[in-house]
C-alpha cells in the first residue's frame, strides 16, 4: 500500500531488535541471512507479482525490466479515493489507458469500503482485478486506524480480533474483489500471538467466505502473511493464491518468502489464481 509500510520494515529490519521476536518478523529478519545461500527455487509455473505500484523510484519501464531480469509478469495497481490519484472515471480511464500500451496487467488497490461509487462500470469492467486488503480498520469516531503503522497501539487484543475479523468479513463480502492482499497481518503489538490470535475457527472463516465469493489470498512478500498453516488450509479448500511485493521500488519482482512458501505448501499452477478479465 503506502510506501510507509515498506520504510517501516525496512527500518526495522535495519535497527533489529524491536520486532525480532515476533513470529513474521522474526522470520523476516532470518529470511534475510538465509536468503544469501538459500534462496528457494523459481517455481516451475509462469510467476506474477500483481502487487506493484509505480512511483517517483520505479518507473513502467523500470518495473519492467526488472521483471523480464526476474522472469516474473507484472500486475500494476493504483489507489482511487481521496488523497489518492484515481478519483474519476476520467482519472481512471487515463490511467487503464496509460498502461494497456505496456505487457502488464492493470490493477487498482482500493483502501477504504466503498470506493467504487465514484465510478462507473464500464470503466471498472476495463480492469484486470481488484486488490483490496484490510489494513485501514474505521474507529467508532469516523476515523480510521492503519493498523500496517508502526506505532499502531492495541489494548485488548481479543477485541482487536473482532474488529479486524469484521472488517475483514466486510472487505470480503461487500466488495467487489479479486485479490485478498496482505491477509492475516497482524500489527506490531500483536505480532508476536500470530498463532494463538489467528485461531482455527478465524482461519476457516475467512477461508470459506474467500472461496465462497472466488477470492483468490495474496502471499505477501513484504510482511510475510499469511502463514505455511493457512496456506495449507487454503489450498485443500481449494483457494487460489497470488504472489506479491507491495513494491515501489527495486523490489518489485522479487520473491524470496513467497518462492519459499511456493515450494513448502507444494503449490502448483493450479493453485494459482489468474485473471478471467481480460
Ligand atoms: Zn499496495
Redesign the pocket.
Known sequence: ?NSSRRTFIETTLLSGAALATAPSFSHALGAKAEELSTQPPKPAFPVTDY?V?LSPTLSIDQALALGKERGVHLGI?EHPGQGFPLNTDADLQKYIDGLRKYPVRVGL?PVYPGWSKSFSKPVLDQLNYILMDALTLPNPDGTWLPIWQIDTMVDDAEAFMQRYMQLIEQVLTTEQIDIF?WPTFLPVPLARQYSELWTKPRTSRIIEIAKSKAISIEINELAHVPDENFILEGKHAGLKFTFGT?SRNQHAAHFYYCYQMAQKCALTETNMWAPKRK
Open positions: 500500500m502487487h505500484h495497481v488497490q492482499g507491495d
